[in-house]
């Protein structure tokens, strides 16, 4: 069974920091291209950063880059982003999800390139 379950959300304040974990299981995840995104309340989801099987390439958001840095550890089937300086505009639920097969690297933006999804973290930042 494929199954991706995040953790290490939480509460932070401004100009913090929190590390998400992201476990992946029932597939051979060092194959595929996996991503974060977000989704704040009456919000479109948002792809924030995504890396190739390798680590050889990520991509990431306007909004994020220079803020997060994507990475993964494919001997423990982990995902990770290191998010620092966080903003009010950061508080979301953040999810991980695996790409298709054949994955479109230009098209990493679109949630429609990506299944299955974990069920999501939130991350609340105050001011």
Known sequence: ??????SGGGSVQA?????????ASGFPYSNYYMAWFRQA????????????PSSA???????????????RDNTKNTLYPQMNSLQP????????????????AVSWREPSNY???GQGTQVTVSS
């Open 115 to 117: 299944t299955p999804w």
């Open 1 to 6: 069974q494929v199954q991706l379950v995040e």
């Open 89 to 104: 505009d950061d508080t979301a639920m953040y999810s991980c999800a695996r790409a298709i097969q054949y994955f479109p």
């Open 15 to 23: 100009g913090g920091s929190l590390r998400l974990s992201c476990a």
């Open 41 to 52: 309340p009456g919000k479109e989801r948002e792809g924030t950063a995504a890396i190739s």
């Open 57 to 71: 390439y990520t991509f990431y958001s306007d909004s994020v880059k220079g803020r997060f840095t994507i990475s």
